[in-house]
Protein backbone atom coordinates (compact mmCIF):
# COMPACT_ATOMS: atom_id res chain seq x y z
CA UNK A 1 0.00 0.00 0.00
CA UNK A 2 1.21 3.15 -1.21
CA UNK A 3 1.00 6.63 0.78
CA UNK A 4 -0.79 9.56 -1.21
CA UNK A 5 2.37 11.30 -1.31
CA UNK A 6 4.26 9.26 -3.21
CA UNK A 7 1.10 8.56 -6.01
CA UNK A 8 1.14 12.13 -6.06
CA UNK A 9 5.18 12.11 -6.81
CA UNK A 10 4.15 9.10 -9.55
CA UNK A 11 1.67 10.76 -11.61
CA UNK A 12 3.42 14.35 -11.16
CA UNK A 13 6.84 12.78 -13.04
CA UNK A 14 4.34 11.33 -15.91
CA UNK A 15 2.56 14.42 -16.56
CA UNK A 16 6.07 15.81 -17.18
CA UNK A 17 6.09 13.90 -19.87
CA UNK A 18 8.28 10.56 -18.60
CA UNK A 19 7.69 7.31 -19.64
CA UNK A 20 5.67 5.03 -17.34
CA UNK A 21 8.72 2.55 -17.43
CA UNK A 22 11.47 5.34 -16.18
CA UNK A 23 8.65 6.42 -13.48
CA UNK A 24 8.65 2.82 -12.33
CA UNK A 25 12.47 2.36 -12.16
CA UNK A 26 13.12 5.63 -10.37
CA UNK A 27 10.30 5.54 -7.85
CA UNK A 28 10.61 1.50 -7.94
CA UNK A 29 6.78 0.94 -8.20
CA UNK A 30 5.27 -1.24 -10.82
CA UNK A 31 4.12 0.17 -14.21
CA UNK A 32 0.17 -1.72 -12.99
CA UNK A 33 0.19 0.84 -10.22
CA UNK A 34 1.18 3.70 -11.71
CA UNK A 35 -1.72 3.13 -14.41
CA UNK A 36 -4.31 2.49 -12.02
CA UNK A 37 -3.25 5.55 -9.54
CA UNK A 38 -4.03 7.38 -13.30
CA UNK A 39 -7.70 6.62 -12.92
CA UNK A 40 -8.26 6.97 -9.32
CA UNK A 41 -5.98 8.39 -6.74
CA UNK A 42 -7.62 7.16 -3.86
CA UNK A 43 -6.47 4.13 -2.60
CA UNK A 44 -9.39 1.52 -2.26
CA UNK A 45 -10.93 1.00 1.27
CA UNK A 46 -10.61 -2.45 2.59
CA UNK A 47 -13.79 -2.58 4.75
CA UNK A 48 -17.33 -1.05 3.91
CA UNK A 49 -17.41 2.20 5.95
CA UNK A 50 -19.38 2.52 9.21
CA UNK A 51 -22.69 3.80 8.85
CA UNK A 52 -21.67 5.97 11.84
CA UNK A 53 -18.19 6.80 10.80
CA UNK A 54 -19.06 8.89 7.97
CA UNK A 55 -19.34 13.14 7.59
CA UNK A 56 -23.28 11.96 7.34
CA UNK A 57 -23.98 9.15 9.63
CA UNK A 58 -26.68 6.56 8.68
CA UNK A 59 -28.74 4.13 10.54
CA UNK A 60 -28.07 0.81 10.42
CA UNK A 61 -29.29 -1.22 7.21
CA UNK A 62 -31.77 -3.42 8.88
CA UNK A 63 -33.16 -1.10 11.41
CA UNK A 64 -35.62 -4.12 12.89
CA UNK A 65 -32.13 -6.31 13.63
CA UNK A 66 -30.95 -3.75 14.52
CA UNK A 67 -33.70 -3.08 17.44
CA UNK A 68 -33.44 -6.85 18.34
CA UNK A 69 -29.53 -6.96 18.56
CA UNK A 70 -29.77 -3.63 20.76
CA UNK A 71 -31.96 -5.42 23.48
CA UNK A 72 -29.61 -8.47 23.41
CA UNK A 73 -26.66 -6.09 23.95
CA UNK A 74 -28.39 -4.13 26.58
CA UNK A 75 -29.20 -7.79 28.61
CA UNK A 76 -26.38 -10.26 27.79
CA UNK A 77 -23.77 -8.03 25.64
CA UNK A 78 -21.13 -6.40 25.93
CA UNK A 79 -18.03 -5.02 24.23
CA UNK A 80 -14.24 -5.62 24.39
CA UNK A 81 -12.43 -2.39 22.35
CA UNK A 82 -9.11 -2.36 22.90
CA UNK A 83 -5.67 -2.31 20.95
CA UNK A 84 -5.24 -5.61 18.38
CA UNK A 85 -8.89 -6.46 20.34
CA UNK A 86 -12.40 -5.42 19.30
CA UNK A 87 -15.27 -7.27 19.50
CA UNK A 88 -19.19 -7.39 20.58
CA UNK A 89 -19.82 -10.45 22.59
CA UNK A 90 -23.56 -11.89 23.24
CA UNK A 91 -23.69 -14.85 25.94
CA UNK A 92 -26.67 -17.02 25.28
CA UNK A 93 -27.79 -20.13 27.29
CA UNK A 94 -26.82 -23.27 25.45
CA UNK A 95 -30.28 -25.05 26.06
CA UNK A 96 -31.34 -22.55 23.48
CA UNK A 97 -30.25 -23.30 19.78
CA UNK A 98 -32.69 -20.65 18.59
CA UNK A 99 -31.74 -18.17 20.42
CA UNK A 100 -28.14 -18.29 19.62
CA UNK A 101 -28.75 -18.56 16.10
CA UNK A 102 -31.06 -15.15 16.42
CA UNK A 103 -28.27 -13.30 17.79
CA UNK A 104 -25.70 -14.48 14.98
CA UNK A 105 -28.24 -13.52 12.12
CA UNK A 106 -29.12 -10.32 13.60
CA UNK A 107 -25.02 -9.58 14.07
CA UNK A 108 -25.09 -10.42 10.52
CA UNK A 109 -27.63 -7.96 9.15
CA UNK A 110 -26.79 -5.51 11.29
CA UNK A 111 -22.62 -5.47 9.79
CA UNK A 112 -22.24 -8.58 7.19
CA UNK A 113 -18.69 -7.93 6.75
CA UNK A 114 -17.16 -9.22 10.17
CA UNK A 115 -16.30 -12.38 10.89
CA UNK A 116 -18.49 -14.51 13.52
CA UNK A 117 -17.53 -16.92 16.43
CA UNK A 118 -19.34 -18.79 18.54
CA UNK A 119 -17.39 -20.24 21.54
CA UNK A 120 -18.99 -22.73 23.78
CA UNK A 121 -18.71 -22.62 27.91
CA UNK A 122 -20.59 -24.57 30.64
CA UNK A 123 -24.25 -23.92 29.93
CA UNK A 124 -23.88 -21.24 27.43
CA UNK A 125 -22.36 -20.32 24.25
CA UNK A 126 -20.71 -16.90 23.48
CA UNK A 127 -21.53 -14.95 20.02
CA UNK A 128 -18.74 -13.02 18.95
CA UNK A 129 -18.57 -10.43 15.73
CA UNK A 130 -14.98 -9.01 15.06
CA UNK A 131 -14.65 -5.50 14.28
CA UNK A 132 -14.02 -2.17 15.80
CA UNK A 133 -17.00 -0.11 14.60
CA UNK A 134 -19.57 -2.19 17.47
CA UNK A 135 -18.79 1.33 19.64
CA UNK A 136 -20.47 3.35 17.35
CA UNK A 137 -23.53 1.33 16.86
CA UNK A 138 -23.86 0.51 20.26
CA UNK A 139 -22.53 4.20 22.17
CA UNK A 140 -24.39 2.52 25.67
CA UNK A 141 -20.56 0.79 25.64
CA UNK A 142 -18.31 2.37 28.35
CA UNK A 143 -16.54 1.75 31.60
CA UNK A 144 -17.82 -1.17 34.52
CA UNK A 145 -20.91 -2.78 34.44
CA UNK A 146 -24.14 -1.25 33.06
CA UNK A 147 -26.13 -0.82 36.08
CA UNK A 148 -23.52 1.50 36.91
CA UNK A 149 -23.44 3.95 34.75
CA UNK A 150 -26.04 5.68 32.98
CA UNK A 151 -27.84 4.12 29.73
CA UNK A 152 -29.66 6.14 27.34
CA UNK A 153 -30.22 5.59 23.95
CA UNK A 154 -28.58 8.23 21.07
CA UNK A 155 -32.06 10.22 19.04
CA UNK A 156 -31.14 7.81 16.11
CA UNK A 157 -31.56 4.82 18.11
CA UNK A 158 -34.44 6.00 19.97
CA UNK A 159 -36.08 6.94 16.34
CA UNK A 160 -35.26 2.80 15.62
CA UNK A 161 -37.01 1.25 18.75
CA UNK A 162 -40.27 3.73 18.49
CA UNK A 163 -40.04 2.23 14.86
CA UNK A 164 -39.67 -1.54 15.82
CA UNK A 165 -40.52 -1.89 19.39
CA UNK A 166 -41.48 -5.40 19.25
CA UNK A 167 -37.99 -6.55 17.94
CA UNK A 168 -36.45 -4.57 20.73
CA UNK A 169 -38.94 -6.04 23.21
CA UNK A 170 -38.07 -9.68 22.40
CA UNK A 171 -34.34 -9.28 22.37
CA UNK A 172 -34.53 -8.10 25.98
CA UNK A 173 -36.76 -10.59 26.58
CA UNK A 174 -34.28 -13.08 25.07
CA UNK A 175 -31.78 -11.73 27.14
CA UNK A 176 -33.08 -10.84 30.50
CA UNK A 177 -36.68 -12.02 30.20
CA UNK A 178 -38.61 -15.40 30.05
CA UNK A 179 -41.91 -16.97 29.98
CA UNK A 180 -43.55 -19.55 32.41
CA UNK A 181 -46.09 -21.11 33.26
CA UNK A 182 -48.30 -20.65 36.26
CA UNK A 183 -51.44 -23.02 37.48
CA UNK A 184 -53.68 -23.61 40.46
CA UNK A 185 -56.31 -25.78 41.11
CA UNK A 186 -60.07 -24.92 41.77
CA UNK A 187 -63.37 -26.49 42.98
CA UNK A 188 -65.46 -27.05 39.87
CA UNK A 189 -69.11 -29.28 40.59
CA UNK A 190 -67.54 -30.48 43.65
CA UNK A 191 -64.36 -31.71 41.49
CA UNK A 192 -60.73 -29.94 41.54
CA UNK A 193 -59.35 -29.67 38.19
CA UNK A 194 -55.91 -27.57 36.86
CA UNK A 195 -55.88 -24.21 35.93
CA UNK A 196 -52.67 -22.81 33.84
CA UNK A 197 -52.06 -19.79 32.60
CA UNK A 198 -48.80 -18.11 31.14
CA UNK A 199 -46.64 -15.17 32.02
CA UNK A 200 -43.91 -13.42 31.18
CA UNK A 201 -40.74 -11.95 33.62
CA UNK A 202 -38.07 -9.30 32.70
CA UNK A 203 -35.47 -9.08 34.89
CA UNK A 204 -32.47 -6.30 35.01
CA UNK A 205 -30.19 -4.58 37.71
CA UNK A 206 -30.01 -1.48 35.63
CA UNK A 207 -33.20 1.12 36.23
CA UNK A 208 -32.60 2.43 32.69
CA UNK A 209 -32.85 -0.47 31.08
CA UNK A 210 -35.98 -1.55 32.94
CA UNK A 211 -37.72 2.11 31.97
CA UNK A 212 -36.36 1.40 28.35
CA UNK A 213 -38.01 -2.01 28.36
CA UNK A 214 -41.61 -0.50 30.10
CA UNK A 215 -41.87 2.23 27.49
CA UNK A 216 -41.14 -0.05 24.86
CA UNK A 217 -44.28 -2.22 26.41
CA UNK A 218 -46.17 0.98 27.22
CA UNK A 219 -45.88 2.13 23.46
CA UNK A 220 -47.51 -1.47 22.04
CA UNK A 221 -50.28 -1.48 24.69
CA UNK A 222 -48.89 -4.36 27.14
CA UNK A 223 -49.88 -4.11 30.91
CA UNK A 224 -47.21 -4.91 33.36
CA UNK A 225 -46.42 -4.44 36.46
CA UNK A 226 -43.22 -4.37 39.21
CA UNK A 227 -42.64 -6.98 42.11
CA UNK A 228 -41.87 -6.33 45.10
CA UNK A 229 -38.67 -8.16 46.15
CA UNK A 230 -35.50 -7.69 48.18
CA UNK A 231 -32.74 -7.72 45.74
CA UNK A 232 -31.46 -5.15 43.65
CA UNK A 233 -32.56 -6.14 40.65
CA UNK A 234 -35.61 -5.38 39.35
CA UNK A 235 -38.35 -7.90 37.78
CA UNK A 236 -41.14 -6.58 35.77
CA UNK A 237 -44.03 -8.84 35.58
CA UNK A 238 -46.77 -9.83 32.11
CA UNK A 239 -49.74 -11.41 33.49
CA UNK A 240 -52.81 -10.44 32.15
CA UNK A 241 -54.41 -12.39 29.42
CA UNK A 242 -54.96 -9.97 26.62
CA UNK A 243 -51.27 -8.75 27.33
CA UNK A 244 -49.70 -12.19 27.07
CA UNK A 245 -51.40 -13.22 23.82
CA UNK A 246 -49.80 -9.89 22.46
CA UNK A 247 -46.24 -11.19 23.72
CA UNK A 248 -46.86 -14.73 22.78
CA UNK A 249 -47.55 -13.22 19.19
CA UNK A 250 -44.36 -10.61 19.02
CA UNK A 251 -42.36 -12.37 21.45
CA UNK A 252 -42.85 -15.89 22.75
CA UNK A 253 -40.84 -18.62 24.68
CA UNK A 254 -37.42 -18.99 23.89
CA UNK A 255 -36.34 -22.15 21.37
Known amino acids: MYDISTRKRALALVGQGRSLNSVSKEMGVSRHAITCWLSRL ?23 AYAYLLG ?28 VDAAE ?5 VL ?11 GC ?13 LPQHGP ?7 ITLEPWQQAIVDAHPWDFIRGLIHSDGC ?11 GERKRYEYPRYF ?29 RAAVTISIARKASVALMDTHVGPKH
Open 72 to 99: LYLGDGYIISKPRQHYLMVTCTASWPGL
Open 202 to 230: FTNTSVDIVRLFTDALDKVGVEWKSLNQS
Open 179 to 189: RITNWTTRMVG
Open 112 to 122: PEPSISRLART
Open 125 to 137: IDVKSYTKHWVCL
Open 42 to 64: EPLSRTPPCVRCQDFPRIPEDPP
Open 144 to 150: GKKHERS
Open 105 to 109: DAMRR
